[in-house]
């Protein structure tokens, strides 16, 4: 049985950090980009940011500079370093898992697996 289990939102002022961390069993972690997605009340889940297994990232637009994705083959565990918190990065926090042979991974609908959500807001 697949679960991956976040951990690390929170409330933090406008300004503030916060890590995410997602730790995953029941797969072989090294087969598997791993995502951070994030949804908002009324919004559509969107990709924060994606990792392959030999540890290539890729961010939103709206995140460059102030996020940080990093795997932890050993550990089955990825994690999301957010700085410069703003409001509206304030959503609830996904980790997911897909096929290394899945090139588009922009898109949730092609992740396989999904951990259950951590809160982060960013009070102004």
């Known amino acids: 049985q697949v679960q991956l289990v976040e951990s690390g939102g929170g409330v933090v002022q406008t300004g503030g950090s916060l890590r995410l961390s997602c730790v995953a069993s029941g797969l072989t972690f090294s087969y598997y980009t791993m995502g951070w997605f994030r949804q908002a009340p009324g919004k559509q889940r969107e990709l924060v940011a994606a990792i392959t297994p030999g540890s290539s990232a890729a961010y939103a637009d709206s995140v460059k500079d102030r996020f940080t994705i990093s795997r932890d083959n050993g550990r089955s565990t990825v994690h999301l370093q957010m700085n410069s918190l703003k409001p509206e990065d304030t959503a609830v926090y996904y980790c997911?898992?897909?096929?290394?042979?899945?090139?588009?991974?922009?898109?949730?609908?092609?992740?396989?697996?999904w951990g259950q959500g951590t809160q982060v807001t960013v009070s102004s």
């Open positions: 997911a898992a897909l096929d290394r042979y899945q090139r588009d991974y922009a898109q949730a609908r092609n992740y396989d697996y």
